[in-house]
Each structure stands twice: as C-alpha cells, then as structure tokens.
T-cell receptor, first 111, second 117 residues
Framework: LAKTTQPISMDSYEGQEVNITCSHN???????ITWYQQFPSQGPRFIIQ???TKVTNEVASLFIPADRKSSTLSLPRVSLSDTAVYYC????????????FGQGTTLQVKP | EAGVAQSPRYKIIEKRQSVAFWCNPI?????LYWYQQILGQGPKLLIQ????????DSQLPKDRFSAERLKGVDSTLKIQPAKLEDSAVYLC???????????????FGPGTRLTVL
C-alpha cells in the first residue's frame, strides 16, 4: 500500500478555498485515492474518493494529475465547522479493504 | 439509518486490569474493523472481520488483545491485562462491501476512550 505525505497543519479563514495536497509517489495502477475527515471525539468520516482527473461531490473536489503521484483535496468556502483533521489514503487494498492512515493534516479555520 | 454504535464511550482502568469494548455495526454490513487511535496519530487497524471470520489481525497484540464477532454481527474487543500504552481511542467501523471490493467506504463509530492508570 502506497505511503502518503501531507502537511501536518494548515490555517485558513472563513469563506476561503482550502487546498490540501497529498503526495503518493509509489501509487499502484489500480489504487484509489480517498480522503477522510475527523472531528475531535468522533470517528473519521468519508469525504471523497477518486482514481484520476477530477471528482466533485457536495462537500469537496478532488484533483488528480495524469501521473497520479499527488492529489489535492479542495474545500470551497470553508467555515469554522470545517476545522478538523483530514487524512489522505491511497491503495485501499482490493484484497482486504484495509485503510492505512497517516498522521493527517490538521486544518484550523479562523473567523 | 442508524450508524455504528459503540459502548462504553469512556473507560478508566488501572494497569493489569481487563476491559472489553462492544460494537454494533450498521445493519447488513459484512465487514467490521477495530482501530486503535493514539492521541495525535491516525487510526491503526487492529483487526478486520468479514462476516464472522478474521481477514486481517496482523497488528493485533495477540498476547493481550482478543476480538470476536458474534454471529457475524456484533463484535467485542478485549484487553487483558491492560498496559499504560493501551491508553487510546478504540474505533469500530463497518463497511458494506466484501473484501474484494476496490471501493469500500468505511463508516466509523464514535469510539471508546480508554485511559489506563
């Protein structure tokens, strides 16, 4: 399963767009890229998943370049409630569904 | 739809005591996971069940940790005896897909915060 690298922390202000980039240089051909969000005292929550190009849902967009060695989670117009830890995961095993969490990016949204 | 239920939410014990956590996954979810999350770190998978069979327990400290999934539904995780380093949040998650699915969204419960004194 591919190792991921993402910033430890980021700060933003309400109403701004936030982009969190994750690098995964040794991503395998059939690996998916998945992002989870975790609030304090809660379990992680699925945000978005993609394989290539761009994926958008009601809460975020995921941009994946052609070489797939990195990906960017984009949160439009963040609010204080988006303050959380964001985890980038690569290579959900097609054999076990196993998730490998890294340290994540702590996003602090300020008023 | 009800989410993943866990109990208790908090537990404080002394080292060398025993403790058990309970998890009720989302109805119909075949796969159940137990994770350990130490403060400041991402969750670490301890054990994964597919129905009532173990798929992966490679990171479960088997000398003190045990887990079972009763009739392929509820699950319990036990620690006996507990050590100071077991202080963490224990998260249970479940997913609908089987272990061959390449997309397998996991739904997490609120966790049990264990403090070992």
């Amino acid at each position: 399963l591919a190792k991921t690298t993402q910033p430890i922390s980021m700060d933003s202000y309400e109403g701004q767009e936030v982009n969190i980039t994750c690098s995964h240089n040794n991503i395998a051909t059939n690996d998916y890229i998945t992002w989870y969000q975790q609030f304090p005292s809660q379990g992680p929550r699925f945000i978005i998943q993609g394989y290539k190009t761009k994926v958008t849902n009601e809460v975020a967009s995921l941009f994946i370049p052609a070489d797939r060695k990195s990906s960017t989670l984009s949160l439009p117009r963040v609010s204080l409630s988006d303050t959380a830890v964001y985890y980038c995961l690569v290579g959900i095993s097609s054999n076990t569904g196993k998730l490998i969490f890294g340290q994540g990016t702590t996003l602090q949204v300020k008023p | 739809e009800a989410g993943v239920a866990q109990s208790p939410r908090y537990k404080i014990i002394e080292k060398r005591q025993s403790v058990a956590f309970w998890c009720n996954p989302i109805s119909g979810h075949a796969t159940l996971y137990w994770y350990q999350q130490i403060l400041g770190q991402g969750p670490k998978l301890l054990i994964q069940f597919q129905n009532n069979g173990v798929v992966d327990d490679s990171q479960l400290p088997k000398d003190r940790f045990s887990a079972e999934r009763l009739k392929g539904v509820d699950s319990t995780l036990k620690i006996q005896p507990a050590k100071l380093e077991d202080s963490a949040v224990y998260l249970c998650a479940s997913s609908l897909g089987g272990w061959t699915e390449s997309y397998n969204e996991q739904f997490f419960g609120p966790g049990t915060r264990l403090t070992v004194l």
